[in-house]
RNA sequence: GCCACCGUAGCUUAGCUGGCUAAAGCGAUGGUUUCGUAAACCAUAGACCGCGGGUUCAAAUCCCGCCGGUGGCUCCA
């Protein structure tokens, strides 16, 4: 609602003539006067229906508001059509105009003007300062609309689950859960598994610590929150982002290899598009939305959006099938609620490595889904975290799927290599009517799922994705959505808790040598054997190198290189540079050895394998270097 | 989003039953030291005590609101 206050000597009007939308008045509101007024003009706009109530009460504030400054007791309200381009409807607008006048009454003298009839009016306004106001009375969206949540989520509220789990072998066993009471398996030797299920299906103990990765992740200077952003949506410094970097690089690499095409996708996407429309409402999770200067649209959670609409264009036939999409999401975004988010574990701007595959019928998909595993397996191992030894398998299913396709259910457990949580849906709330997750479990008892992949039974017909079959008809695909490593942030996080368990255990904590920010710490004794450090350190080329080149002592230097977990710190002093052979401090064997250069050389080349390399993310002298964090 | 707790120099913390110029260590800067495998020495700078409002003669300290964070609920990659 737009209105434009003026302080009146007086404001005169007479009626003559009703337009279509007029309001029936009685003959006594045909004409009206009143002097030392308020004069009230007001428009009623589209976005005020369904809000009556509130326009009113911010309208009477604001009305008041003036009044108060202006010292005056009379209000002429008067309905003014063109102060807005976009009105309301009529009857919307004579509600509003009643209920002002209504309260207003209660402390004023009030005269309203009638709605919807050409009036001819004289008005004289004071012309100090105060004396002419308008203001806009926007009831903001949100206040008396509800938060939209899918109907996935809505849903998952009332779904009941039925728990097990598989051996190796295919055995199941159903568990009972009561409150911390796992019952039905004898996880004796597991003690993850059991922390698993407890945290997916029973309750968990109160009162837990801080996860370790939050202090590492800032001591480290690898991310840190950035309070100029909305929560969940962090900042990433040299250290950090070239670690990520490596990860992104990494596990692209192994995509593209398995046959996966990478491609790009927009952001964001039109809300009111209608394949995306009905696919948010079978998704679980919140978005961010935002107005375009055209559309309303959402920010993408997961890479889906993108490829279904390029898939839906493709044209495919059964012998391209399976077809692989793959892209590396930075960022996908979910508005998750505020007390959900944790460091890198829980985000709500995530960068996530997704990739589709279009398959012809289910056998096609239980056989592609087996080589994504593997694909998966070979990306986590790779990276440097062990599997299965060190995450947690789950498959979902409906109670459907399960019976009928248990075999597939069996293959899974046995390819992942131990025992796997089973958790049985009543009923089909998602697109996917099978899911498997890799879990890792915190020190604390905590799970979070890296690895996910499912079969999507909806989303090829929603999207009208077809391809031609051999009998000539067109048909829609089964969709897998794999994410081979989990967000890349979530991967950080698993690698930072795993150092802290390190620790925990009284070992070293220790980044994987190929993600090591600075991998070979060269330490001078003195200024002297600085000339000859920098000879060496050209020497080295397949290794993230830096020099320690600052006015510490030695001792100093070894300590700040320790807290830096640098796994190679090369100590030269007057020997070395006599004798050609280095002091080498090897933190992964806590030990110190004497060696050649080439065989350093050799060392590192080694445990650099084929992963894949980046230069120092910061100067190499230290002396240059600027502080991040503290 | 809900419940509980937290927010003091770049970092880690002291002060917080209201009362002098808010204290210290690390780090930074200047100088001395040129050093042999996890902390050399001296000096200097550095604080809208998260933000806004309130109570009071007086607020880092008490109260309210907001912002940021942690843990739990819920949920996920």
């Not at 938060?147 to 009941?160: C, G, I």
């Not at 090591?516 to 330490?523: G, K, L, M, S």
């Not at 054997?529 to 080295?540: A, F, N, R």
């Amino acid at each position: 609602m737009k209105i434009l206050l003026i302080h009146s000597d007086y404001l005169k009007y007479e009626v003559t003539k009703e337009t279509p939308v007029a309001e029936d008045i009685e003959e006594e509101m045909k004409k009206g006067e009143m002097e030392e007024c308020l004069s009230v003009f007001t428009a009623v706009e589209e976005k005020d229906e369904g809000k009556v109530d509130k326009v009113i009460s911010e309208g009477v504030e604001e009305i008041l508001d003036t009044v108060e400054k202006l010292d005056v007791d009379k209000i002429m309200l008067y309905p003014y059509a063109h102060l807005s381009s976009s009105l309301s409807d009529p009857d919307t607008a004579v509600e509003i105009l009643k209920g002002l006048a209504e309260e207003l009454r209660e402390d004023f003298k009030v005269h309203r003007s009638p709605f919807g009839w050409y009036k001819s009016f004289k008005l004289s306004c004071k012309g100090h300062p105060l004396s002419e106001l308008s203001k806009e009375i926007v009831v903001e969206e949100g206040e008396e609309e509800e938060e939209m949540v899918s109907k996935a989520l809505e849903a998952e509220e009332t779904m009941e689950s039925t728990w097990g789990i598989m051996d190796v072998d295919g055995t199941f066993h159903e568990l009972k859960v009561d409150g911390k009471e796992v019952q039905g398996y004898d996880f004796n030797e597991n003690q993850d598994l059991k922390d698993f299920v407890r945290y997916e299906a029973g309750e968990k103990e109160s009162g837990s610590a801080e996860s370790s990765h939050i202090d590492l992740m800032r001591n480290h200077e690898l991310v840190d929150y950035e309070e100029g952003s909305d929560p969940g949506n962090l900042r990433f410094y040299p250290k950090g982002r070239m670690m990520k970097g490596l990860l992104e690089d990494y596990v692209s690499e192994k995509t593209r290899r398995y046959g996966a095409m990478e491609i790009e996708s927009p952001i964001m996407y039109d809300i009111d598009h209608p394949a995306l429309k009905k696919h948010l409402d079978r998704f679980p999770a919140r978005q961010y939305r935002m107005e375009t200067p055209d559309k309303n649209v959402f920010l993408r959670f997961a890479a889906c959006f993108g490829q279904f609409m390029m898939a839906r264009d493709m044209t495919l036939s059964y012998r391209s099938l399976p077809v692989r999409l793959y892209e590396l999401t930075r960022y996908s975004f979910r508005a998750e609620q505020r007390g959900e988010l944790t460091g890198l574990r829980r985000l709500r701007a995530f960068t996530m490595p997704d990739s589709h595959a279009l398959c012809k019928d289910l056998d096609q998909a239980k056989d592609e889904m087996m080589t994504r595993m593997d694909l998966a397996k070979s990306v986590v191992n790779g990276i440097g975290i062990t599997v299965p030894d060190e995450l947690e398998l789950v498959i979902r299913a409906t109670q459907d799927y399960f019976e009928e396709n248990r075999d597939q259910i069996e293959k899974l457990v046995k390819n992942y290599g131990k025992p796997a949580l089973i958790e049985i849906w009543d009923d089909q709330f998602f697109y996917f009517i099978l899911k498997y997750e890799f879990n890792f479990i915190d020190p604390l008892g905590r799970a979070s799922a890296l690895v996910t992949d499912q079969v999507d039974v909806e989303q090829g017909e929603r999207y009208d994705i077809n391809y031609v079959d051999e009998d000539g008809e067109e048909k829609n695909p089964y969709i897998l959505h794999l994410s081979p490593s989990g967000a890349i942030e979530r991967v950080m996080f698993t690698l930072l808790e795993q150092a802290a368990m390190q620790e925990e255990r009284g070992e070293k904590p220790t980044f994987p040598y190929w993600l090591a920010p600075t991998q070979v710490r060269f330490v001078p004794i003195s200024d002297d054997q600085l000339d000859h450090v920098k000879k060496l350190e050209k020497e080295i080329e397949t290794a993230r190198v830096d020099i320690d080149d600052t006015d510490r002592t030695v001792s100093r230097k070894i300590r700040a290189a320790e807290k830096e977990w640098i796994p190679f710190i090369v100590v030269v002093g007057q020997d070395e540079v006599e004798s050609g052979d280095l002091s080498v401090r090897i933190r992964e064997k806590e030990e110190q050895v004497e060696m050649p250069l080439e065989e350093l050389k050799k060392v590192l080349k080694e445990k650099q394998g084929d992963m894949p390399y980046r230069e120092v993310p910061l100067p190499k002298y230290l002396s240059k270097r600027a502080t991040f964090v503290g």
